[in-house]
């Protein structure tokens, strides 16, 4: 256990479901973030909230839509998806200090 | 544009041995450098860090190697344990906020 807790763990979605993703910390971070991993792919930066207010946001389709209700949870809400959105979706909160703590991810796979 | 750059995507070690593990970075703001450590199917770990005024850290058998000259850092691992078979991934911030910059990660494989 990291301190980020993602659920579920893995996730089969077909392309007109819509499905969320939750991430959760007590750490005491303000900053939260959503990262997309790919095979053989850097880690893709998605979202960025910094205390509770969204402060960047890569480029990312609108399928994929953020929520961060408070400075402790941070959701991703997935609407028809397409089949190369399958990844790894990891989430990680970060303090003042340096570095992030990551969550172990949901395997999301979009059929 | 890639800002930090781990061109070898794998590496392969005997167990016992040393494995080397590079990194080279663009933006000179980057003051801080991180190596995080990953298994399949699971997040990144934390594993070691450096701050821009030291150019080395050590931590048991990791030590992190800092050039700023030549904008490179490296990882040692040594000895080389079959545990540390995983996916490494250099990161770097540059102060003004915590956001991180990942390279593409390096399969390190060490064989028994």
């Known amino acids: 256990e990291t301190g980020v807790t993602q659920t579920p763990r893995h996730l089969v979605m077909g392309m007109t479901n819509k499905k969320s993703l939750k991430c959760e910390q007590h750490l005491g971070h303000n900053a939260m973030y959503w990262y997309k991993q790919s095979a053989k792919k850097p880690l893709e930066l998605m979202f960025v909230?910094?205390?509770?207010?969204?402060?960047e946001n890569n480029s990312v389709p609108s399928r994929f839509s953020p929520e961060c209700p408070n400075s402790s949870h941070l959701f991703l809400h997935l609407h028809t998806l397409q089949p190369e959105d399958s990844a790894l979706y990891l989430c990680?909160?970060?303090?003042?200090?340096?570095?992030?703590?990551f969550g172990s991810g949901t395997r999301l796979t979009v059929v | 544009d890639q800002q930090v750059k781990q061109n070898s995507p794998s590496l392969s070690v005997q167990e016992g041995r040393i494995s080397i593990l590079n990194c080279d970075y663009t933006?000179?703001?980057?003051?801080?450098f991180l190596w995080y450590k990953k298994y399949p199917a699971e997040g990144p770990t934390f594993l070691i860090s450096i701050s821009s005024i030291k150019d080395k850290n050590e931590d048991g058998r990791f030590t992190v190697f800092l050039n700023k000259s030549a904008k490179h850092l490296s990882l040692h691992i040594v000895p080389s344990q079959p545990g540390d078979s995983a996916v490494y991934f250099c990161a770097a911030s540059d102060g003004a906020n915590s956001k991180l910059t990942f390279g593409k990660g390096i399969t390190l494989s060490v064989r028994p």
């Open positions: 909230y910094s205390l509770e207010e969204r402060v």
């Open positions: 933006n000179s703001m980057f003051d801080y």
């Open positions: 990680a909160s970060g303090g003042r200090g340096r570095g992030y703590t």
